[in-house]
């Protein structure tokens, strides 16, 4: 199983709104991480977990709080968004050393209205 | 520190012509680069990647790499171009940290019937 799972794939909320995004991988992977893709842009890096510990933060806002329960599990908690945080939030998870790759899931496109 | 730029935002081709997408990196070590593929509203699948060992990397879908460290190049070709290969293009160098990837901006690939 080569697949990392997103959940939902599609999320509409308003700005007083929480909700949640999910992410699941069965690879074994001990990092995981979330980026976020703004429109004909590049992925940005927001946080990376290492071994269910946060090891990477971005100097993200913090209406996104990431969690991470256990090593096959990752959320995205959000709260009091902006409209200008819609975009394209994606999942990736990796070996934690060694030349490895990222795998990605497909992706939650979250629009904050 | 570590760069990736795309030279090409755009590349049109016809069907069954090469693809030729490039890529120049700078890197003050000897660097791992990948080449992902993003299809519209989707999330990224790596396509190939370069680690140190063969200079000529093949990848999925018929997409081969090669590495040329004397001019910091890993450019991204394909003999015959298929309608399926529509789609943005990164390439990616690792950061010092094994967790951080640099990204190019991305080329965006027209197939024309």
């Known amino acids: 199983d080569t697949e990392v799972t997103q959940t939902p794939k599609h999320l509409v909320m308003g700005m007083t709104n929480k909700k949640s995004l999910k992410c699941e991988q069965h690879m074994g992977h001990r990092a995981m991480y979330w980026y976020k893709q703004k429109a004909k842009k590049p992925p940005e890096l927001m946080f990376v977990?290492?071994?269910?510990?946060?090891?990477i933060n971005e100097s993200v806002p913090s209406r996104f709080s990431p969690e991470c329960p256990n090593s096959s599990l990752l959320n995205l908690h959000l709260h009091a968004l902006q409209p200008e945080d819609s975009a394209l939030y994606l999942c990736?998870?990796?070996?934690?050393?060694?030349?490895?790759?990222?795998?990605f899931g497909q992706g939650t496109r979250l629009t904050v209205v | 520190a570590q760069s990736v730029t795309q030279l090409d935002s755009h590349v049109s081709v016809s069907e069954g012509t090469p693809v030729l997408l490039r890529c120049n990196y700078s890197s003050s070590y000897s660097p791992s680069l990948f080449w992902y593929v993003q299809h519209p509203n989707k999330g990224l699948q790596l396509l190939l990647k370069?680690?140190?060992?063969a200079t000529l990397v093949k990848g999925i879908n018929g997409f081969e790499a090669e590495f040329k460290k004397s001019e910091t190049s890993f450019h991204l070709t394909k003999p015959s171009a298929h309608m399926s290969d529509a789609a943005e293009y990164f390439c990616v160098v690792r950061g010092y940290s094994n967790y951080q990837l640099i990204w190019g901006a991305g080329t965006k690939l027209i197939i024309k019937p």
């Open positions: 990736a998870s990796s070996q934690v050393s060694g030349e490895t790759e990222a795998f």
């Open positions: 977990y290492s071994y269910e510990k946060l090891s």
């Open positions: 370069y680690t140190s060992a």
